[in-house]
């Protein structure tokens, strides 16, 4: 069950961050916002609350979080337990903001501000957060 939840979470990152790009995208180049514009921005949220249950559900099944005497000292280990949870948790949070705030907008001008800000400084935390496979000592993967 591990290894299917990992390669869930792993894989769903891709989908969540191309929404989360496309929300984005839109906010900076639609004139209007219409039904598919707010479909985008509302999956994207939804595919990274869905992301935080899996990941939870990781959180404390995974050999990866520890918290035998001084995990904080390990680079990997202190990763997995706090930085990873923490800066995610944070993000999702902000472009739940953002997303909120974007309804309460009655032009494209005020819908999109709170998408423009908040999704990505969301964005930008997301991107920090992953276990990039070029972080060797996390032990990350493409997928």
């Known amino acids: 069950m591990y290894e299917i939840l990992k390669l869930t979470h792993s894989g769903l990152r ?6 989360i790009l ?6 900076f180049t639609a004139n209007a916002f219409g039904k598919r514009e707010k479909m985008i921005n509302l ?3 939804v595919s990274l609350h869905t992301q ?13 979080v520890s918290f035998a005497a001084g ?5 990997a280990l202190r990763f997995y337990g706090m930085e990873h949870l923490a800066g995610m948790i944070i ?39 992953i276990p990039w496979p070029f972080r060797a000592h996390l032990g990350g993967a493409w997928f």
């Open 71 to 75: 995990w904080m000292k390990d680079a």
């Open 91 to 129: 993000a999702i949070a902000l472009i739940t903001i953002g997303y909120v705030k974007s309804k309460k907008g009655t032009s494209p001008q005020e819908i999109y501000k709170p998408i423009k800000l908040f999704y990505i400084i969301g964005l930008i935390l997301i991107l920090a957060s």
């Open 14 to 19: 891709w989908i969540a961050l191309i929404l």
């Open 52 to 64: 935080l249950l899996i990941g939870l559900i990781l959180y404390f099944i995974s050999p990866r």
């Open 43 to 45: 999956f994207s949220m």
């Open 22 to 27: 496309l929300a984005i995208y839109n906010a």
